[in-house]
């Protein structure tokens, strides 16, 4: 009874909080629901122009001059939007090859990137190489199951981050393809991969568990499946093998999804696996719509690719 | 008043901990990115110079070739991986005479690393680059005669046009070695060759297992890219042959 006075009360004196030049509209009941959005890319590797007008796969698509403006439209239609990156954000145009990714990153910092993960490219120039472009960057990078810790990279990677927007804790956790056979071992230096499964199932854990996180997202450049070799760790066997991770946004396989795939995970809940591709020619976009606890239960969770 | 407001902002925030909020419906979908959406001129404005610094580099003509090269104009040796091979064999060769006092009897490339084909006509920068868009790096590696038969018979399996330079290979309509000679000579057991190849190779890459521990190894810090510009600069017109390096009879 007490509870429901309370919630009156607080309607009754939101407005007037609001005078007071704090917004607290989001807290009345009737515009409680909260809204995030995700954009994300992968694989952009240097695709900075768009592809000339006569290119016989991708003629006048991608560009990362229009991909600003679509994420500033976005962000002014909700500003709690995260735009997010998975790897081998290098390598591909002569832009690297001259400047090291220096373009990559300063034009990742002026769209205001908030995370990204590293991919097997982003070694090209050396562990060194990649190192020195950080400052460039004005967003962290995040791998749980690559160990820097005996390379330049220690203590410049975390293994997650956290991001709170409108009061919704999102934490965030990266992935990194096994690099033995992939990239030169003089390139990665003394890198340590970890599998990858066994690191999320861990990053899961702390952040549901132990950071009390709302969302849980994986910023993957494992693969999203091996055909071949099925039992090659990708994003959707990670899928099937964890909880408590509410979005998967991959890389590295170049895999233009049409939609987002819907997987069941290991206790049969839904986890959305998207992957735009490569260079840049789409922006995925996931926007997490909340509600009270027992509206949802009551309602149920709907899913819309 | 100002305690006040305070106050019941900080009530507010406990009420609404205690209404807590959880996912109840997602949307995904993807965005195409081309003309419709208008270029954010900050980011235009700030790639412009570099741009035009590069453009101007791409655009130099460097070399001609007589003909379109492609990596499946033959098939066990192609024109433009028999160029490859030979030119990183040539560009390689001083460096590593300057540094070892050794010559390169052999030079292996992959097939798969030829990225783009050489049109007929100028030969600009932008080629070497479309050819070659990787940092791969040259390297020398002195193998044992075993394992310079091992690459014969890694060649004769793959039944791919990988390029190589100073080793001509037969083999017969099943792909048996018939013939496999090192400059004109047979392979000698208890001699070593020098192998130029990439790093990437030379680190395991399409699984080339005889490159992987080599009795020596020579990094010779210079780009295979690198090496294609120098060698287009000095050529006037790049051959386009096929000479029955590795053939089938």
Known sequence: MKRKDFIQQSLATSAFVTLGGLSLQSFTANTAKKHITILHTNDVHSHIDPFDANHPRNPNQGGAARRA????????ENPNTLLLDAGDIFQGTPYFNYYGGELEFKIMSMMKYDLATIGNHDFDNGINGLYAQLPNANFDFVSANYDFKNTVLDTHVKPYKIFVKDGIKIGIFGLGVKLEGLVDKRMYKETVYNDPIESAQDMSRILKEEEKCDLVICLSHIGYNYRKNPERPSDLILARKTKNIDLIIGGHTHTFLQKPTIEKNIVGES???NQVGAYGIYVGRV??????EKNVIANGKSIIV | MKKI???LAIFLMFACAEEKQS???????RININDSLTADQEIEAYVKPFRERIEEDMNKVLSYAPKDMHKNDGELETTIGNLMSDLIKSQSEPIYKKRTGKSIDICLLNHGGIRAPIPKGPIKTQTAFNVMPFENSIVVAELTAANIRNMVAYLAEAKRAHPISGLTIKVDDDFNVKEALVNGKPI??????TVVTSDYLQNGGDRMDFLKDPESLEILDYKIRNAMIDYFKSTDTIPAKLDGRFVKQ
């Open chain 1, 271 to 273: 986890v959305m696996v």
């Open chain 1, 287 to 292: 926007d997490f719509y909340f509600d009270s």
């Open chain 2, 5 to 7: 407001v305070a106050l």
């Open chain 2, 23 to 29: 996912v109840s419906r997602i949307e995904g979908k």
């Open chain 1, 69 to 76: 403006s679509l994420v500033a439209k976005i962000r002014k």
């Open chain 2, 188 to 193: 000698e057991d208890g001699k070593t060759y």
